[in-house]
């Protein structure tokens, strides 16, 4: 959740203008639902068309945003006075980097920290670091240097400039872009992403329910007197990566620290987006299915977690049901 920013006036601009950012941010995503789909049509036929149906209703909820954009313009303060966030996103990658790769911290906890301490440091800021901690995530056996690491923060930074004012509100945004700065930092340095199996269903539903859980508890700590969104999120990532993997188990609870996480995303929604804990736990689940149905894919970037959470966020705030329900409250 991305905003006006005190401190200094926002001019409303064109919409033309931000118009990349926002295509940035919806084509990632829909690249990675979209490959979704495919594994899934692959691993468990008889799911194929619930991940269909939720890749439709992202691709309306994408364009329908993007149109609004074109058609009503965004508030942005310009490069220049974003400057200390585009900063903000690079440093905070190379510092959960370090963390990560170099102290032997897992990537939810040291993400998570970064975030938290970077949101009491400045809440202005906050957001800005938390997009760059999930950069920092990226593995060190694809992404081997901070070279690499700062050139996908740089550009991650970059476009948290581009696409401010678009997709607002939901959940997930922040990962999105860090995943789109890692792809092209990959891209254009030749980094070999790798690929991760999906496990069988044993594991599976785990990994829903732990998605779920992270929405629910990220909204319920919001609620706290003193927690944003960020802190909240952060504070559900490190309960997620002390205690799975000690209740569950080494790489079990790993991944569900991992689907704790993507889930906590997506309790970072705003009201407007998805309100209430129902479309909160319907929207957690379905980013515990992409999540799952997304492994093979650009393994070693960081990102994927939130794009998994956007997509869902997105899907979910665009059905029917869930419309009905936010207007019924």
């Given at each position: 959740m991305?905003g006006?920013?005190a ?5 409303k ?13 919806g084509?990632t995503s829909?690249a990675?639902?979209?490959?979704a789909l495919v594994e ?17 209703l ?6 329908r ?5 074109l058609?009503?313009?965004t508030?942005?303060?310009?490069f ?19 963390l990560h790769?170099r102290?032997?911290l ?5 993400s ?6 970077a949101s009491?440091a400045?809440?202005r ?11 920092g995530?990226a ?5 081997e ?6 050139a ?6 970059l ?7 678009s997709f607002?509100?939901?959940?997930g945004?922040?990962g999105?872009?860090a ?19 999906i ?6 539903l785990e990994?829903?329910?732990?998605a ?16 944003d ?7 559900a990532?490190l309960?997620?990566a002390?205690?799975l ?7 079990r609870?790993?991944?569900?620290a991992?689907a704790?996480?993507?889930?906590s995303?997506v309790g970072?929604s ?11 736990t319907l929207?957690?689940?379905v980013?515990?299915?992409?999540f799952l ?8 970037a960081?990102g ?13 705030s665009?059905?029917?049901a ?5 207007r019924?409250?």
């Amino acid at each position: 959740m991305q905003g006006p920013i005190a401190g200094y006036p926002v001019p409303k601009r064109p919409g033309l203008k931000f118009f990349p950012g926002a295509l940035a941010v919806g084509l990632t995503s829909a690249a990675l639902a979209t490959l979704a789909l495919v594994e899934a049509v692959g691993h468990t036929p008889w799911l194929a068309p619930l991940q269909a149906a939720i890749l439709a209703l992202f691709v309306f909820g994408a364009a329908r945003e993007v149109a609004r954009i074109l058609r009503e313009g965004t508030a942005a303060p310009g490069f220049r006075k974003q400057a200390p966030e585009a900063i903000a996103v690079l440093a905070a990658a190379l510092a959960t980097f370090a963390l990560h790769a170099r102290l032997g911290l897992s990537s939810v906890a040291a993400s998570s920290l970064v975030g938290f301490v970077a949101s009491l440091a400045s809440r202005r800021l906050g957001a800005a670091a938390f997009c760059g901690s999930f950069v920092g995530m990226a593995s060190p056996l694809a992404y081997e240097t901070f070279g690499a690491v700062a050139a996908s923060g740089a550009l991650a930074g970059l476009l948290f400039v581009a696409a401010f004012g678009s997709f607002d509100g939901f959940g997930g945004k922040l990962g999105t872009m860090a995943l789109a700065g890692s792809l092209a930092s990959a891209f254009f340095g030749r980094v070999e992403l790798h690929s991760l199996v999906i496990p069988g269903w044993d594991l599976g539903l785990e990994v829903v329910a732990a998605a779920s859980l992270g929405a629910v508890a990220t909204v319920l700590l919001a609620k706290v007197p003193g927690i944003d969104a960020v802190r909240a999120s952060s504070l559900a990532g490190l309960a997620a990566a002390l205690f799975l993997p000690a209740l569950a188990g080494g790489e079990r609870g790993a991944t569900l620290a991992l689907a704790a996480f993507t889930g906590s995303f997506v309790g970072m929604s705003q009201p407007k987006r998805l309100r209430g804990i129902v479309p909160m736990t319907l929207a957690g689940a379905v980013s515990g299915l992409v999540f799952l149905f997304a492994l093979p894919w650009f393994g070693g970037a960081g990102g994927k977690l939130g794009a998994s959470a956007f997509v869902a966020s997105v899907a979910v705030s665009s059905a029917p049901a869930v419309n009905g329900f936010r207007r019924a409250e």
